[in-house]
């Protein structure tokens, strides 16, 4: 180091180690000086400089459970943050009409295991199918996602849907090709394995569950509703009760039941198909709507009558007695349920042995533990104080 007085130079630019913000840049040497960090000094520089760097990471690990960085799981190719854990919870609970407010802390706090759960397994099962590529996958995801909105009246009610379920055209696509390329996993690796349920199975199935296989009598009908609010005055019950017999008297005449239906019927579930009904069965319907169906002779028209909803008449179609169905009416049914118990263990078991290969581990921590029960804490809110005595009269 020669022209170079080391003392001095040492003074004017030593910095604080300890120090670890951004002060301890200050004191560093300019870049021509460099060369200077020669031997230990280098190397003591160079791994200074890497425990500030792991100093720095360490300080920003979010460590706020319910911060949205906050990784909940993690693994080999694996991070799921509380952030993306959220979105799905609250997809869920859109789906079902509900909100974080209306659900109870356990059953919340069960759902979101749950869930969190599925993404873990969605994200190594991905991973594993992605070692051996579905051909074309998002070009079938497309064609997949085209029939979806076949299904809808035209393109604002397919995206008023997705606004519902609180996501995308594209993020519906991305989900479509993923479980494409999941299902290809599957077939690969599961459904090989599977081996058809024996006739034994199938025996010994419908022999444990008895219940399963009992029917109870039905009926098969067609009705004509005209509706009553429960407000309505009298007035306005007799007429509509007059309606009602009007339309009876059409279709007593000859009139197909179904057009009248379709002309005068109130019942929007039934309207459109010519008032005809899904087979039921007792305790299924309305008291007095049950009574007439069921003591109705089959080909027969009733009286109109009425119920909460206003007033009907029904055309029974047919009815079948109460019965037990024979192992070869279900045997097929049998079968695929069997199946599928069998696909469902051997799903997972895969999975299971993926998330061990993944090393995944769950970070959120475990839900507070209820308090006891005890004086200081009763189970419901405590009744209020007795009033105080009146003073005694004098």
Request: aromatic share 6%.
């Given at each position: 180091?020669a ?6 130079w ?13 002060t301890?840049?200050?004191?560093l ?11 230990s ?17 360490a ?56 869930i ?5 397994n969605?994200?190594v ?9 579905l ?34 055209e ?18 690969a ?9 024996s006739d ?33 005055d ?10 009602a ?40 319907m309305?008291?007095?709507?049950e ?20 007033y ?34 051997a ?9 061990k ?8 921590p475990?839900?507070?533990?209820p308090?006891?029960?005890t ?20």
């Open positions: 180091m022209g170079i007085n080391r003392r001095s040492v003074e004017k630019r030593e910095f604080p180690l300890k120090v670890v913000d951004k301890v840049f200050m004191g040497p300019k870049r021509g000086d460099w060369p200077y960090l020669k031997g000094m280098q190397k003591h520089f160079s791994l200074y400089l890497t425990l500030l760097a792991a100093v720095l990471v300080g920003c690990a979010v460590k706020d459970p319910q911060d949205p960085r906050f990784v909940v799981a993690e693994g080999k190719g694996i991070k799921i943050t509380r952030g993306e854990l959220n979105g799905e919870v609250d997809r869920a609970l859109t789906n079902f009409n509900l909100s974080r407010d209306k659900v109870p802390a356990p059953q919340l706090n069960s759902l979101e295991m749950n969190l759960n599925q993404m873990i969605r994200q099962a991905l991973s594993e199918a992605r070692k051996t590529p051909a074309n996958a998002a070009g079938l995801a497309k064609e997949q996602l085209e029939k979806m909105k076949k299904n809808f009246p035209d393109a604002k009610a397919f995206d008023e849907q997705l606004a519902k379920a609180k996501t995308t594209q993020a519906m696509l991305k989900e479509i090709e993923q479980k494409l390329e999941v299902d290809n996993l599957m077939r690796r599961v459904e090989p394995s599977l081996k058809a349920p034994q199975d199938v025996q010994k199935f419908y022999n444990e569950n008895p219940k399963l296989w009992q029917r109870n009598e039905t009926v098969q009908a067609q009705h004509i509703l005209v509706k009553v609010d429960a407000s309505a009298a007035a306005t019950k007799a007429a509509k009760k007059k309606a017999e009007a339309a009876l008297a059409r279709v007593n005449k000859g009139e197909p039941f179904e057009k009248v239906a379709q002309e005068v019927s109130d019942d929007p579930g039934s309207k459109a198909r010519g008032g005809e009904l899904p087979p039921f069965s007792k305790g299924q309305t008291p007095n709507f009574k007439v169906a069921f003591s109705t002779a089959p080909g027969k028209t009733s009286a109109v009558f009425e119920t909460p909803f206003g009907h008449f029904i055309k029974v179609k047919a009815k079948e007695g109460a019965k037990t169905l024979k192992l070869e009416d279900v045997k097929n049914e049998i079968m695929a349920h069997l199946k599928r118990l069998k696909q469902g263990e799903t997972r078991l895969l999975l299971e042995d993926l998330r290969e993944a090393a995944v581990k769950i970070l959120l475990a839900p507070a533990v308090a006891p029960v004086a200081t804490t009763p189970p419901v809110s405590a009744p209020p104080a007795p009033p105080a005595p009146a003073p005694a009269k004098k």
